[in-house]
């Protein structure tokens, strides 16, 4: 049956400024708040599209991530959120996906995917507890990866997705200079010599 529109997370009804998020369903004009399913139909090929839509013209950090699982294919089996616009994916099963987005309705940026065989073309996100950002007190910022890990660049985004900074870098452990940085929240992507990233949100307070 039918599922009622998108899910809708509050409105400002002053300003109507929103943001919500939704499935698509091939073939029909509407946007799913849910997607029904039967357990016997879901397959790791599966592809859900995703929608999203905002009208939020201010700075924003948006977070996708899973509130709760039911049944056995969900909890035995991992779940991916696929960004087309940055190419990159991450298990939503390691943590909540954080991204940034211009105004408007945006129905081929996100797919949820369910193995990597789908993803031959992305890149692969890693949880982003691998890794510290430190502000030192001269304003300087310290990024630290888990011992295993390399890092290759380091990208600094602000919250509308612009390119900041991009430092060519080695090694797990760097300080970089970001003085000019005014105190705000940005996102730091970190790509690792591996070719997966690391995407996690900074806040400049010096």
Known sequence: GYDGMAYDTPRNLSSALYSSIYTIIEGIDKKFAIQGKNTSSLNLNEIIPLGFETSINVAT??????????????????????????????????????FTSDTGEFNDRFEIVFTPNTLSNLDFNIDSSALSIIELNNGDVQFKLASHLEMETVEILDLLGRTIYVFNTSGNEQIFNMSQLSQSTYLAKVKLNNDYYIIKKAIKQK
Do not use: R
């Open 61 to 98: 950090l948006y977070t996708l991530s899973i509130a709760s699982l039911e049944g056995s294919f969900l909890t035995s089996n991992d779940i991916y959120i696929v960004d087309h616009l940055l190419n990159t994916t991450q298990s939503l099963k390691s943590s909540g996906y954080t």
